[in-house]
């Protein structure tokens, strides 16, 4: 029986080969887990594949762990300094854990280019495509990595509860109280 960072990394690489960018494909296949329809999920996170726009700089597929690391630990309280400090520190970690399984959370230099194509129109999804692009590996990589990232989170808060922490790990444990106000 498959783990459930396991089904969901499958579910990124499926998405990926679907035609969603890689940023999409690691959102959509976390949407559940915080509530989000498949919509939100790709629309929130469509900007940001090809390396951000195209553009060729952060990985779309660490982008979308960073997302969904927003909706694990962001804040919404805008003098909440040690609950920012806690989501960069998240960032930061998953960025760090990216680098190291992959060689480089670049765009460009994980895809070999000197440089960026110079448009943004994406390129049409072919077998040859799918073929010279390590980007749906990449993709199931970082849902695989947000996965144990998440895994790990809950394991120490299981051992150390803390008081802003509501839910359990199925309905996104680690969230943190909503200030709701403006």
Not at 19 to 46: F, K
Not at 92 to 102: E, H, K, N, S, W
Not at 143 to 161: A, D, M, T, W
Request: with cysteine; aromatic share 6%.
């Amino acid at each position: 029986m498959k783990t459930e960072t396991e089904q969901r990394s499958e579910r990124a690489m499926q998405l990926f080969s679907q035609g969603y960018n890689c940023a999409q494909s690691v959102v959509a296949a976390w949407a559940d887990h915080y509530g989000l329809t498949p919509d939100i999920a790709l629309r929130i996170s469509s900007s940001f594949g090809g390396g951000i726009g195209r553009m060729r700089l952060t990985c779309g597929a660490a982008c979308g762990m960073f997302i969904l690391a927003g909706l694990e630990t962001g804040t919404t309280d805008p003098t909440d300094r040690d609950a920012k400090a806690a989501n960069y520190k998240a960032v930061q970690q998953l960025a760090a854990d990216f680098r190291q399984a992959m060689g480089s959370i670049t765009c460009g230099e994980l895809l070999g280019l000197s440089s960026p194509e110079g448009t943004p129109m994406p390129q049409e999804r072919t077998p040859e495509y799918y073929r010279k692009r390590p980007c749906r590996d990449i993709v199931g990589q970082s849902s695989r990595i947000f996965g144990q990232y998440l895994g790990k989170k809950h394991r120490n808060e299981r051992q150390s509860p803390r008081e802003d922490i509501v839910g359990d790990c199925a309905n996104g444990a680690g969230r943190q109280k909503e200030n709701r106000e403006p």
